[in-house]
């Protein structure tokens, strides 16, 4: 959420602010650099390995160098553009004074966690120092330096907003607000070591709900409860959190997701999704509810290579809903069928939340590319049905069959942007390169295709592309971070006995492997709702994974069940953070389109209940 500065800040906030603008330029254009850089290094690696068989032995050890500094840069510009993710149902609802007040909690509570762990990053990089890299042969704390530096730089983007929004009587109170909670924390000490395990629910259940519920970023949520787990509950040292969330930012298999976030930006700004609706277009326009048919296919073909549902439902909105709407379709309807739509194609190659899991959860990604087509068939084609059945409704368009010399002239011209989602999932089913690898072709193969397409059309605004860098970095920071503190408040959990117990418990479950899997539909459906795709299956992913194993549930058919329902949550009002990026996206109230989705989401639920219970459907090409 941005905000505003107000025309009557004091002079020390609109100094803060002013010092914060400056440095936030500063860490964008270096975030954009890497961006750049990051890709300029795997895809030389690529060429190296593949075209000339001579790999570069220090290619992946520069690019995971940089990778931390590209994650950490770009969770700072998350925080400061108010683009973590976070729920804002309750925000929403407030008034403005409340709205502020609760914004400036959240702000002080980011400031509290990053204050906590300076120190214990500081000494991590300083350990780290003792490591040298085996192929560049430079100390490794020059890589693990970048997690201070980003804790300093987002305490200076919280502190600049809390100036920026709040005046003294609002500080005041959250700071009396958050001593309080924190001062009751500390005094219950004892009780809190009396009650052994059970102390999980203060920390883990009802110090994040509560911190969720008030509209602070997930992941500080997560990082504030393990901090206060750590210190108040455990005798382990607070260095551990950071040395976790090290860990878990910097998977290799990660490396892949600034990547595709970049390329889903450059597939829409190059023009390659606008020829893809334009072919579809032309094949099922003149039929009833045909452009409803084209969105679906659409949302099929580009989903999951941009990182966020947002950008796929906004590379393809704008482009259908003009027409859709001079044929007669209802704003809210369309709305309805977007949200769902984002919901169906979560199990798409490459999506993000495959490479999540694969790397989370030990979980094969080129199983997952190719488990992950069928499932999201099926959803396709329940939605499909709903569509079909409302569009009997609806009077024929009055649109003329497109004749085979437009048809023709509209497929040569969406022969590349069909060419890029093929040779994506093709070149990781076959083993032919890994997602990362296939990421930083795809990148360089839309560049091309774009400036050969801009020689004929003019179309590209190259004014955007340094925006651009800049979203990437900063949505691939925000879900590296979420990746970073799951990792350690997963760490705290399987420390505490907390995993052991779970798994024991759900192996006890009623009806085997049938029951754990409807549990598990609940859970996730409930938990995409409040928590979005990635935090959830970050958090849960390595507890539930070992489960559904000994279980006798496969791994991909449990990923494809757990994508599926953590995908309907996302998209299911009232607190589905898709849904309200759709209807954002539509320019269509919420309450318009409320009534309007359930329809489709139904159909979601029973393609989902198919899926679980034919589980070839997610293994029999495997």
């Known amino acids: 959420m941005t ?32 961006v750049v850089t990051e890709t300029v290094v795997l895809f030389v690696g690529v060429v190296y390995r593949y075209a000339l068989h001579d790999p ?4 992946d050890e520069l690019a995971s160098i940089l990778f931390i500094w590209l994650s950490m840069l770009g969770s700072v510009l998350a925080l400061d553009r108010g683009e973590h993710m976070r729920l804002t149902a309750i925000i929403n609802k407030m008034s403005d004074k409340g709205r502020v007040w609760l914004e400036t909690v959240a702000a002080l509570v980011v400031c509290i966690f990053v204050l906590m762990i300076i120190h214990p990053a500081v000494d991590h990089s300083v350990e780290q120092m003792a490591i040298t890299t085996p192929a560049l042969e430079i100390p490794d704390g020059l890589r693990a330096a970048a997690l201070p530096v980003g804790a300093i730089l987002m305490l200076l983007a919280a502190v600049s907003r809390m100036a920026a929004m709040a005046n003294i009587k609002q500080l005041a109170s959250a700071l009396a607000v958050v001593a309080v909670v924190a001062g009751a924390l500390w005094l219950g000490k004892p009780m809190l070591l009396a009650m052994g395990n059970y102390n999980l629910i203060v920390f883990f259940v009802l110090l994040i709900g509560v911190c969720v519920a008030g509209g602070i970023p997930i992941a500080f949520a997560f990082g504030t409860a393990t901090m206060a787990y750590l210190a108040l509950a455990t005798g382990a040292p607070l260095m551990i959190v950071v040395s976790r969330m090290d860990e878990g930012m910097s998977s290799l298999i990660l490396l892949s997701v600034p990547l595709f976030v970049l390329l889903g930006s450059l597939l829409e700004m190059s023009g390659l999704a606008k020829t893809l609706i334009d072919f579809m277009a032309s094949l099922l326009g003149h039929v009833r509810g045909g452009l409803q048919y084209v969105l679906l296919g659409a949302m099929f073909l580009v989903s999951g290579i941009s990182g966020s549902k947002a950008a796929d439902m906004a590379a393809i909105a704008p482009a259908l809903f003009p027409e859709m709407k001079k044929r007669g379709s209802k704003p809210e ?14 199990t798409i190659p ?32 329940a939605i499909g049905i709903v569509c079909w059945m409302r569009a009997r409704r609806e009077p024929m368009p009055d649109v003329k069959r497109a004749p085979m010399s437009l048809i023709m002239k509209t497929l040569i011209a969406a022969i590349p942007a069909l060419a890029l989602p093929m040779l994506i999932r093709v070149a990781v089913i076959e083993g032919v390169a890994t997602a990362t690898e296939v990421a930083t072709i795809g990148v360089a193969y839309t560049i091309v295709v774009g400036l050969i397409m801009h020689m004929f059309t003019r179309h590209l ?26 990792t350690s408040m997963a760490w705290a959990l399987t420390q505490s006995g907390f995993s052991a117990k779970l798994v024991a418990l759900m192996q006890g479950v009623p009806g085997g492997g049938t029951g754990f899997l409807l549990i598990t539909i609940v859970i996730f459906i409930i938990l995409g709702s409040l928590l979005e795709g990635i935090p959830a299956i970050v958090l849960f992913g390595p507890l539930l994974f070992p489960v559904a194993r000994s279980l006798g549930v496969h791994d991909v058919h449990y990923a494809m069940v757990v994508i599926l329902a953590m995908g309907i949550g996302l998209f299911a009002p009232p607190f589905g953070v898709g849904f309200y990026a759709a209807c954002a996206i539509g320019k269509v109230s919420p309450d318009k389109v409320f009534n309007r989705v359930w329809g489709y989401l139904a159909a979601l639920v029973v393609a989902l209940i198919v899926v679980a219970f034919v589980p070839w459907i997610s293994i029999g090409f495997l």
């Open 3 to 34: 905000y505003r500065e107000p025309v009557n800040m004091n002079p020390l906030a609109r100094l803060l602010t002013t010092i914060n603008r400056v440095v936030m330029h500063v860490v964008g254009a270096v975030a954009a650099a890497l």
């Open 56 to 59: 570069l032995i220090w290619s």
């Open 333 to 346: 309807e369309l709305v309805a069928l977007l949200s769902s739509s984002g919901a169906m194609t979560e």
């Open 350 to 381: 490459p999506s993000l939340v495959l490479i999540t899991i694969g790397a989370v959860c030990s979980v094969s990604i080129t199983a997952l590319f190719i488990g992950g087509l069928m499932p999201a068939a099926i959803a396709t084609i």
């Open 461 to 486: 605004n190259f004014k955007r592309l340094y925006p651009m860098l800049i979203e990437s970095a900063a949505l691939s920071g925000a879900i590296l971070l979420i990746i970073g503190m799951a």
